[in-house]
């Protein structure tokens, strides 16, 4: 059996609380089926719509409660990973005995140091919180001084800064736990983002990528798959034209020179593919695949989703 690294998107999770209690039981059932079958899973996610909403929940009491400071970006997304976290093992356990069986699952809060220096600060490219039209956009920037930008065709976002991971701060805690066969859900939203100050860890104003983040993390555990779910069931190049293109494997070579190519969207399937090619080239053997969530195990069985290796 193999050792799998499952990253969630949003669709994975829903939009609200509400929302995610409804999705996570539906991503429970994948994950378990993959767990069923004897693979040792570890699960990260992300955090883009829930860290938003937390982070201006927290900036509407600072306004109210004039003693109370704006909450840290880095805070927020410790917030979300528990709060997140906490819905997935729930909804796992359940799933689990209702098969007949249990594994111990559990939700590890985790920092990812960054560097301070990375050029990302200077750029900020990572949406946050809910799709807005236009207006609402400008209205929004104008009232809380973000920088917002339109994504990938389905309304404006703010973003924020997203540098890249350079080290996950508690990875020897979660092998011990993967070696342990138990089943950890860890860099939730990407990990808290740190960057060390002699024996400090400060957190920073940013959302790391989750499939960054996942890639390192998979990378680290030696995992033999990264699996990355999005809203599509396999990697097109000419998206949405006359003459698209579904693959089912992709070479790191071949997906970098279509990404030079601009065929995959920033900030939506381009860091998907980038951090899969990551993973894939890190040792050999090592393979990502990129498909729909409840179409997990037939990727892995060869059966649909697209996968890249060397």
């Known amino acids: 059996m193999s050792r799998i690294v499952i990253a969630l998107g949003g669709n994975a999770l829903g939009n609200t609380l509400k929302e995610q209690m409804a999705a996570v039981k539906i991503t429970a059932k994948a994950i378990v089926d993959l767990i069923e079958e004897g693979h040792d899973v570890v699960i990260s996610h992300g955090n883009g719509p829930q860290v938003g909403m937390i982070n201006q929940a927290m900036l509407e009491y600072s306004r109210i409660e004039p003693t109370q400071d704006n909450t840290p970006l880095s805070v927020c997304v410790a917030m979300s990973q528990a709060y997140i976290g906490y819905d997935l093992q729930t909804a796992m356990r359940e799933e689990m005995l209702n098969r007949g069986f249990e594994k111990p699952v559990v939700s590890l809060v985790t920092q990812v140091r960054v560097d301070p220096n990375d050029p990302a600060f200077a750029n900020p490219s990572k949406p946050i919180g809910r799709f807005m039209d236009k207006e609402r956009a400008d209205e929004f920037a104008a009232k809380n001084g973000y920088i917002m930008k339109e994504d990938a065709g389905r309304g404006w976002r703010r973003v924020v800064a997203s540098p890249k991971p350079v080290e996950i701060v508690e990875i020897s805690a979660i092998r011990k736990l993967v070696d342990n066969k138990e089943i950890v859900i860890a860099c939730?939203?990407?990990?808290?983002?740190?960057?060390?100050?002699?024996?400090?860890?400060?957190?920073?104003?940013?959302?790391?990528?989750?499939?960054?983040?996942?890639?390192?993390?998979?990378?680290?555990?030696?995992?033999?798959?990264?699996?990355?779910?999005?809203?599509?069931?396999?990697?097109?190049?000419?998206?949405?034209?006359?003459?698209?293109?579904?693959?089912?494997r992709m070479t790191v070579a071949e997906a970098r020179k279509y990404a030079e190519e601009g065929q995959f969207a920033p900030g939506s399937m381009l860091p998907k593919v980038e951090a899969a090619c990551e993973f894939a080239e890190s040792k050999p053997g090592r393979r990502a695949l990129i498909t729909l969530l409840e179409k997990a195990k037939d990727g892995i069985d060869g059966k649909t989703g697209t996968i890249i290796e060397v």
């Open 188 to 248: 939730g939203g990407g990990g808290i983002p740190v960057t060390q100050i002699g024996n400090h860890l400060k957190g920073a104003s940013a959302v790391i990528d989750k499939d960054f983040a996942s890639a390192v993390m998979a990378r680290d555990l030696d995992a033999d798959y990264l699996i990355i779910l999005t809203a599509v069931e396999k990697v097109a190049i000419n998206f949405r034209k006359e003459n698209e293109q579904w693959l089912d």
